[in-house]
């Protein structure tokens, strides 16, 4: 059966009709489906959480703060004891003095020095130098004695003193320059001794003994008098370390 032409050039101008009408839409269709997936793969990707990584030993070690060490403070130095007595200051030279009284009747026997007086003071106390006055000035505490043999000549003078120790490494100082102070050793303790001259009449002796070099402070004895101390320095300075062992131990 034959068509006749006329319907069949309507039915092909139908069919391209809807083609026109078909294609505009599919394509708008496929353009968005387009477009939306270039939009997802523009999109920045979210990063994944990522665990943190365990510290090894050395790191731990260098953000694990050091715990400081507690430091115990030492124990107090003891207070410097002086001699309470004259006795005790020169056990030696007391005894010394105490038979030379015996030999006097008991009504005219010369009376022993008992209570040490306070500071330093005395007949031949009172003749050292200048620098050995300001040195006995700054001490912390200071008595001394006097031991006199009386109807002679004989006398000495000791004084003990506790000095700062930079006023005792000054003095000390002193003397070593002075250069007419003979420097030597006792056990335990320095010495500096001098004697004026003997033709220029009765001698004058001096002598200044260092005991101990402590934190804080240091002893100084000090020998003045017609009579040549030497015999009672070293039990002077046994009877300071005895009330003071700590002393005994620093070197001179």
């Known amino acids: ?37 270039t ?4 999109a920045a990707p979210e990063e994944p959480e990522v665990e943190p990584k365990p510290l090894t030993t050395e790191q731990v070690a260098e953000e694990t703060p050091t ?40 009504d005219v026997a010369p009376a022993l020095p008992e ?39 004989d006398v000495v003078e000791q004084g003990v003193s506790e000095l700062p120790t930079d ?8 003397l070593k320059a002075d250069g007419g102070f003979a420097e ?11 004697a004026t001259d003997p033709s ?3 001698q004058l002796f001096t002598t200044y003994v260092f005991v101990g070099d402590g934190a804080d402070s240091s002893v100084l004895l000090a020998f003045l008098g017609r009579m040549d101390s030497s015999p009672y320095e070293q039990p002077a300075v046994d009877a300071v ?4 062992p700590s002393l005994g131990s620093e070197e001179q």
Do not use: W
């Open 67 to 106: 715990a400081k060490p507690e430091t115990t403070p030492g124990p107090e130095p003891e207070p410097i004891a002086l001699p309470a007595s004259c006795e005790a200051m020169n056990p030696a030279l007391y005894a010394e003095l105490s038979q030379y009284a015996a030999n006097f009747p008991a």
């Open 241 to 244: 370390i005895a009330l003071n």
């Open 115 to 153: 209570a040490p007086t306070n500071g330093i003071a005395g007949f031949y106390m009172d003749q050292m130098g200048p620098q050995a006055k300001e040195t006995t000035a700054r001490a912390i505490q200071s008595n001394s004695c006097s031991f006199m043999f009386a109807g002679s000549t």
């Open 184 to 194: 030597s050793q006792l056990n335990g303790a320095t010495k500096f001794s001098y």
């Open 167 to 174: 006023a005792a490494e000054a003095f000390r100082g002193a």
């Open 200 to 202: 220029q009449g009765q």
């Open 1 to 37: 059966m034959c068509l006749p032409q006329a319907l069949i050039d309507n039915e092909s101008l139908d069919l391209e009709q809807r083609s026109d009408k078909t294609f505009p839409a599919l394509a708008g269709v496929a353009l968005a489906l387009v477009c939306a997936l």
């Open 39 to 42: 939009l997802v793969g523009c």
